[in-house]
């Protein structure tokens, strides 16, 4: 049985490459962090996310959340250490 496709979808797909390219590496990246550092989908989509946005930190209460070396992990209780309030 065939699934016939929408005729606006390879339109979508088009656009969408056009667009942002990451929507085309996000998967690629999501698994190579999660064969590389385990965890569940969703630490794994936090991680890969703020890889290919290019951030160098990312702020998690769960010490267990384990990142590339690009990125920094730091809890709520380090922000006061990262950010002068006064």
Avoid: W, Y
Wanted: aromatic share 2%; net charge positive; charged share 30%.
């Amino acid at each position: 049985m065939t699934v016939p496709v929408h005729p606006d979808a390879n339109a979508i797909i088009r656009l969408a490459d056009d667009r942002d390219p990451a929507l085309l590496r996000f998967p690629r990246r999501l698994n190579r962090i999660r064969a590389s550092f385990g965890g569940k989908a969703p630490e794994a989509i936090q991680v890969a996310s703020a890889s290919l946005a290019g951030c160098r930190l990312i702020v998690a209460s769960d010490k267990r959340l384990r990142t590339p070396p690009e990125i920094r992990r730091v809890g709520v209780e380090d922000l006061d250490e990262l950010v002068d309030l006064s």
